[in-house]
Nanobody, 119 residues
Framework: QVQLVESGGGLVQAGDSLRLSCAAS????????MAWFRQAPGKEREIVAH????????YYVDSVKGRFTISRDNAKNTVYLQMNSLKPEDTAVYYC????????????WGKGTLVTVSS
């Protein structure tokens, strides 16, 4: 079992930065790929970024490339999402996810953290 707890969300202005953190419980954290998804009001949940278990490979949705960075610290059982140059369209609930077949299959979800970007 892996439990995921997100933190770091909040209300910011366009152009600001935020760093989301996802703390994972469980000794097998380092064997899972990790990802951040988001769901905006009235829209479907979409993947934002994904990082492999080793951290050697990452993926970003086109809309955040060059602005967001996903990283992980396996010693701390934590994955991060650094978000720079935030835009109002980044407003969403951000969810942390873990899985061995990400992004196709998510084994564990966090409860989410709200990010609101005002214009």
């Amino acid at each position: 079992q892996v439990q995921l707890v997100e933190s770091g969300g909040g209300l910011v202005q366009a152009g600001d930065s935020l760093r989301l953190s996802c703390a994972a419980s469980g000794r097998t954290f380092s064997s899972y790929g990790m990802a951040w998804f988001r769901q905006a009001p009235g829209k479907e949940r979409e993947i934002v970024a994904h990082i492999t278990w080793s951290g050697s490979s990452t993926y970003y949705v086109d809309s955040v490339k060059g602005r967001f960075t996903i990283s992980r610290d396996n010693a701390k059982n934590t994955v991060y999402l650094q978000m720079n140059s935030l835009k109002p369209e980044d407003t969403a609930v951000y969810y942390c996810a873990a899985g061995r077949k990400l992004p196709i299959v998510v084994d564990y979800w966090g409860k989410g953290t709200l990010v609101t970007v005002s214009s």
